[in-house]
């Protein structure tokens, strides 16, 4: 008697649980779409089309990796090698930038020399901070080329060592 009042209070609460999940799930609201809600999706396709060309066309302009030492009070305590890539928006642009390579080179050396060393560009630990190293080098790059030739400064590898 006790086992067959279990196996139907158990074959009801499966029940419940069923009719529960059907109506739960079998009940799905349909959504209502507007002409207006159509032209938004069409301009965002649109708008990733022309990405998706521009991205077809992108160039990136690999640079020699720089060596820079770190200097504190003590002298030269690291040295780091970083490899940087320009990314053009097209082959063309890219033939221009690969000019600017002594100025850039230059200019990305004059700024990082002494600031390597400083806490900025460097956490406790002594490792450096990648994203504040790109963002100098972005605005150096937009410095001597312009803001219009390179989309992006791209850092392909840093590398530290003692010295």
């Known amino acids: 008697m ?3 009042i279990l196996i139907l209070v158990a074959l009801m609460l499966l029940g419940g649980i069923g009719g529960g ?3 739960f799930f079998g009940n799905q609201a349909q959504a ?3 002409e207006g809600d159509l032209d938004k999706q069409a301009k965002k396709e649109l708008t990733d ?3 998706a060309e521009a991205d077809a066309k992108v160039a990136f302009v690999k640079m020699d ?3 820079l030492p770190v200097v ?3 002298g030269i305590v690291q040295i780091i090698n970083i490899s940087i890539t320009l990314e053009a928006a097209d082959a063309e642009t890219a033939k221009e930038i690969e000019r600017f390579f002594p100025r850039l080179k230059d200019a990305y050396i004059q700024d990082m020399y002494g600031s390597l060393g400083r806490k900025g560009a460097m956490n406790a630990e002594g490792v450096v901070q990648v994203n504040r190293i790109k963002e100098r080098l972005s605005k150096i790059t937009e410095k001597v080329i312009g803001s219009d030739k390179v989309r992006q400064v791209l850092l392909q590898s840093v590398q530290q ?3």
């Open 21 to 23: 999940a059907y109506w």
């Open 32 to 34: 209502s779409v507007t």
């Open 72 to 74: 504190n009070e003590k």
């Open 49 to 51: 089309k022309e990405k």
């Open 2 to 4: 006790k086992k067959s």
């Open 161 to 163: 060592r003692p010295a």
């Open 65 to 67: 990796p720089l060596t």
